[in-house]
């Protein structure tokens, strides 16, 4: 970058299932401030977000997960144990159908996404050919989504080794990166839910739900019963009544994951650290919460107003 030209900005992505929808208020705080990014690369949620932005989507693609419900999310789940306990064929079809798979070289934006392989562990990046296969592949969390097979390697969940993608971003020439971490604050979130809750200060800067009444927990109720259907088990009886109760097979899923993705980004970006950090207070949504769009967005809006003196510094 020369002392006169504009430096290359880059936004990194990161992971973290349904939270992931944070990045689009991000994006749109951060265009509303002037601040368009060159390049944008992202790991799993990351990678269906920042591909929706590259490919010029974001509008159609902001519509739609606003509308998402319960419902919405149960529909999409193609039940599987081989692999993984979702097939994710209903959702990409979907995804296929209504948003146009171009090549991510042919994309308004440079992209790319982050995927791992199963065999070799190796993090591998995706920067041509199919936007959808590119984006399933970063999607597949293991356990959840079905691993994908892609030009000779089995792939899932790039969050495994690089849940923000600031390596790629500068391998893709950024002379500025902007990451979007959004596992700062969830190590225990699924095993403090049933804790007292606790007000503080900083409730008045963030997006908290109003109420957790609702058919939230509906999805989950429908993934045990099919899950009973496959796999019957009878779990032995735990202590008396004086013993905390056993956290549910999602919680503990969900809880390992969080610590999984917070110890490996912390890790990352010690060592490849982005030029501003942009951390969305996220710890109220589960892992699956799709259908709280709204929140998610209004957080990330919120994480950007937060970081207004690091941006105005850094550019």
């Not at 599987?80 to 994710?88: A, E, P, R, T, W």
């Not at 050919?129 to 097979?149: C, E, F, I, K, N």
Request: hydrophobic residues 45%; contains cysteine; aromatic residues 6%.
């Amino acid at each position: 970058m020369s002392l006169t030209s504009k430096p290359v900005l880059a936004l990194a992505l990161g992971g973290g299932a349904a939270r992931g929808w944070a990045h689009v208020g991000v994006i749109r705080a951060l265009e509303q401030r002037g601040i368009r990014p060159d390049i944008v690369c992202g790991t799993s949620i990351g990678a269906l977000v920042g591909a929706a932005y590259a490919s010029g989507e974001l509008d159609r693609f902001e519509q739609w997960i606003k509308r998402l419900t319960v419902v919405d999310i149960v529909t999409f789940m193609d039940f599987s144990l081989n692999g993984g306990l979702i097939k994710g064929e209903k959702l990409m079809g979907f995804f296929e159908k209504t948003f146009v798979d171009r090549p991510i070289e042919n994309l308004r934006l440079p992209f790319a996404a982050v995927a791992c392989d199963l065999h070799s562990g190796a993090e591998v990046w995706l920067r041509d050919g199919s936007t959808a296969d590119a984006v399933r592949a970063s999607l597949a969390l293991p356990g959840l989504l079905t691993p994908v097979h892609y030009r000779g390697k089995t792939l899932v969940d790039g969050g495994l080794v690089n849940p923000v993608p600031v390596s790629l971003a500068r391998a893709m020439g950024s002379d500025l990166v902007i990451a979007v971490d959004l596992n700062a604050d969830l190590i225990g979130r699924h095993l403090k839910e049933h804790e007292t809750d606790s007000s503080s200060s900083d409730d008045k800067q963030r997006a908290v739900p109003v109420s957790d009444d609702d058919n939230s927990s509906g999805w989950i109720e429908h993934v045990q019963q099919q899950l009973q259907k496959r796999m019957p088990l009878k779990w032995p009886a735990w202590g008396d009544k004086d013993t905390p109760p056993v956290p549910s097979l999602f919680d503990v899923v969900a809880s390992s994951i969080n610590i999984m993705q917070v110890r490996i980004t912390r890790s990352r970006m010690a060592g490849e650290p982005p030029d501003l950090i942009i951390a969305p207070k996220l710890a109220d949504l589960g892992l699956m919460d799709f259908h709280r769009a709204e929140i998610a967005i209004e957080e990330g809006r919120l994480a950007v107003e937060r970081a207004v003196d690091q941006l105005d510094e850094l550019l």
